[in-house]
């Protein structure tokens, strides 16, 4: 669907500028924003590399396994059929891990292992099990302590205060993850 809106509306746009006579803003507007993009995207690589290397050496060492710990009884009520020990469990608790921590970028692959490894155990290839189910919505509300990612783009753009929102981040991360729990567990009773 996206591919048919996008499209449509740069077509429209440039069309729009053709008729009103804004053909150079248009063309400026273009090189300034890839230009932005470009410099905003090295920006972050830095933010990107660091964390990413924080999280493999976290990897590496004892602090996963006391994360593991010390998130343990939420993992028991939010996935009851993965047992402690298991290497999808050390896998889903590294992503929720680097989501608190804001690091979106590398939650991505931590996130893809665990859903592959759940994915092996499921036994209806062709339906989400009820942990595949709340491993999405927990990666959606994605609950940010350390929101990273953003923190690191209002540094990039001049904020004078990057890390004002962090207070608002909290809550609203944190009610997102509690009514997509929520929500998760009274449909998987009834479906």
């Known amino acids: 669907m996206l591919n048919i809106i996008w499209p449509f509306f740069l077509i429209v746009s440039f069309i729009y500028a053709i008729f009103s006579g804004r053909v150079a803003e248009v063309n400026n ?3 300034e924003s890839t230009k932005l993009a470009v410099e905003l995207s090295i920006s972050l690589l830095g933010t990107i590399c660091l964390w990413n290397g924080i999280m493999q050496i976290a990897s590496k060492t004892s602090i996963v396994k006391h ?18 020990g298991e290497k999808v469990h050390e896998e889903i608790t590294m992503n929720i891990i680097a989501n608190i921590m804001g690091l979106g970028n590398a939650a991505t692959p ?21 942990s595949m189910a709340i491993f999405i919505v927990l990666n959606t509300a994605s609950i940010q302590i350390i929101p990273t990612t953003v923190i690191a783009l209002r540094s990039s753009l001049g904020s004078n205060n990057p890390t004002a929102m962090m207070i608002p981040v909290w809550i609203s991360t944190i009610c997102a993850a509690v009514a997509a729990v929520l929500s998760v567990k009274i449909l998987m009773k009834k479906f």
């Open 29 to 31: 507007s273009i090189f």
């Open 110 to 130: 931590l996130g893809l292992k665990a859903m592959k490894s759940m994915q092996n155990k499921n036994k209806e290839k062709d339906r989400l099990s009820n």
């Open 67 to 84: 994360l593991t710990k010390f998130l343990s009884p939420i993992m028991k009520k939010l996935f009851p059929d993965i047992k402690e």
